[in-house]
Nanobody, 120 residues
Framework: VQLQAFGGGLVQAGGSLRLSCAAS????????MAWFRQAPGKERVFVAA????????KYADSVKGRFTISRDNAKNTMYLQMNSLKPEDTAVYYC??????????????WGQGTKVTVSS
């Protein structure tokens, strides 16, 4: 499985951005996918996850109500719609695939990351 994240950029606080993660290899619709982020000087943390069918999602408390994870299995692509962005959302965002399915927290495949900068 290969993952490629893109869509990052510079946005003002309160603005929106949509990230995409294109996947190749395996059967995309069968596996859970997730977004993580790593802020400067901090550890990488979980942001959101979505199951293969797209009917189960999970979010970190810090992004609930502002971010929406989704996927288009016909396009082998996952998305992260980010609204009401805050300076503390500034980070490199990574897409990832876990070793198993929903509920598994060990990840085996990672995209290269896309940088999001939110100015105040």
């Amino acid at each position: 499985v290969q993952l490629q994240a893109f869509g990052g950029g510079l946005v003002q606080a309160g603005g929106s951005l949509r990230l995409s993660c294109a996947a190749s290899g395996g059967t995309f619709s069968s596996y859970t996918m997730a977004w993580f982020r790593q802020a400067p000087g901090k550890e990488r943390v979980f942001v959101a996850a979505i199951n293969g069918g797209g009917d189960f999602t999970k979010y970190a408390d810090s992004v609930k109500g502002r971010f929406t994870i989704s996927r288009d299995n016909a396009k082998n692509t996952m998305y992260l719609q980010m609204n009401s962005l805050k300076p503390e959302d500034t980070a490199v965002y990574y897409c990832a695939k876990p070793k198993g399915n929903w509920g598994v927290t060990e990840y085996e495949y990672w995209g290269q990351g896309t940088k999001v900068t939110v100015s105040s």
